[in-house]
């Protein structure tokens, strides 16, 4: 189990590293002017977002494999968890938003500013943050 356990972890934190970085670049993207530095933005996200997905995938199928396979969160006192999966189905949500929103950009229809981009960065912050919470403390 703790071999599953790490490599959830692992997966976790390689994902959430796309999912700080790639908004970032979109905030970069909305206030870029340079054509060139565009396409060199657009690049980086393209290849960012495609490398985000198997590491999404890796983080729910060992998850779901400590829940199924080793019983975490199963019985009475583990409401924490379906607090938890609901914030992980929010996050792979923010993750295909991410996907749209850089696909705008590609066909040049984002109508959106960088201070939005700036308050949509925040999101997986947010997510990180009450997830670690509820996994760690357990509160209901």
């Not at 779901?64 to 379906?82: C, E, T």
């Not at 923010?94 to 960088?114: D, Q």
Request: glycine share 8%.
């Amino acid at each position: 189990m703790l071999w599953i356990k790490a490599l959830h972890i692992v997966f976790i934190v390689s994902w959430f590293a796309g999912l700080f970085y790639l908004p970032r670049i979109l905030v970069n993207l909305a206030q870029e002017t340079e054509p060139v530095a565009t396409q060199r933005l657009l690049l980086m996200a393209r290849k960012l977002y495609r490398f985000m997905l198997p590491l999404a995938i890796g983080t729910v199928i060992f998850g779901v494999w400590l829940w199924l396979g080793y019983g975490i969160g199963k019985g009475p006192g583990n409401g924490w968890l379906h607090a938890k999966l609901f914030l992980v189905i929010l996050l792979i949500g923010y993750h295909h938003a991410s996907g749209s929103l850089l696909k705008k950009f590609e066909l040049g229809t984002n109508k959106r500013s960088h201070v939005w981009f700036r308050y949509f960065n925040e999101v997986p912050v947010i997510l990180l943050l009450a997830i670690v919470i509820l996994v760690v403390v357990k509160p209901f």
